[in-house]
């Protein structure tokens, strides 16, 4: 069992930047970030291995968000920069058995309860 906590949300202007974390209590081979806004599926952000070294970027991510982990400690780290207002969403953390980041929801077995962004104009 893994239990996932997610902070770090809040209310933000469009350019600016906000830094998501995620904390486990037990193990996971790998932990996403996922994204839902009004009335639209939930979709894949970022993902890495629980150990490091693979990360994973849906392409709306890449070049302005950034997955991390430090291995000493124990949060997996979502940093948001360049921020739009279409990145408004719940933000849900979720971790998988499976030790490559998939894109897939259906791999992950645990979700946390989620983090409102909010991203104004």
């Known amino acids: 069992q893994v239990q996932l906590v997610e902070s770090g949300g809040g209310l933000v202007q469009a350019g600016g930047s906000l830094r998501l974390s995620c904390a486990a209590s037990g193990r996971a081979d790998a932990v996403g970030w996922f994204r839902q806004a009004p009335g639209k599926e939930r979709e894949f952000v970022a993902g890495i291995r629980w150990s490091g070294g693979i990360t994973n970027y849906a392409s709306s991510a890449k070049g302005r968000f950034t997955i991390s982990r430090d291995n000493a400690k124990n949060p997996v780290y979502l940093q948001m920069n360049s921020l739009k207002p279409e990145d408004t969403a719940v933000y849900y953390c979720?971790?998988?058995?499976?030790?490559?980041?998939?894109?897939?929801?259906?791999?992950?077995?645990?979700w946390g309860q989620g983090t409102q962004v909010t991203v104004s104009s």
């Open positions: 979720a971790a998988s058995r499976f030790t490559s980041p998939s894109s897939s929801h259906g791999v992950y077995d645990y």
